[in-house]
């Protein structure tokens, strides 16, 4: 099996955020209260706990501006929390989902076309594995199946 770094927000630009600096859209974070209800924290990787003051965001995962660049909805911790370790293996927020879109991009940063696919979370080892097979593609989107969300990027160990 191939190695895999998940890899979360950095934790400087969350500091950023926390201390009310604007997002992807020129906004500051709206600071709300998680319902407990699957609310995961991009940069621990985790969800956030019922009651639990969080920040929602819009977040543009890409180097800058560009077709292919979504900008969409992200939930971070508002108190500090810990950045995932890359090598930590998966992260609880896929072992309690049952799936995720899986999307594969360029050094370009641009979406390599067929590598987008919904598929268990059981699965994204092995998924993972089959898209580096592709020298096209530098890294992959992990997002939600429902929404689109972006949840983390994935690179090889």
Known sequence: ???????????????????????????????????????????????????????????????????????????????????YGETAGKPGIFVRREVILMRGYGHDDRIVYGSGKVIPTTEIESRAAELFEDPEIAYIHLRSASNNCFQCRLERG
């Not at 995961?40 to 819009?58: E, F, N, S, T, Y």
């Open 1 to 83: 099996m191939i190695d895999l770094r998940f890899v979360a927000l950095d934790s400087d630009l969350v500091q950023t955020w926390r201390r009310g600096a604007p997002d992807a859209n020129g906004q500051a974070p709206e600071r709300m209260t998680s319902d407990g209800g699957g609310n995961p924290c991009r940069h621990c990787l985790d969800d956030i706990a019922g009651d639990a003051p969080m920040l929602v965001l819009a977040h543009r995962p890409f180097p800058g501006p560009q077709p292919y660049a979504e900008v969409g909805p992200i939930f971070v911790h508002a108190e500090d929390c810990p950045r």
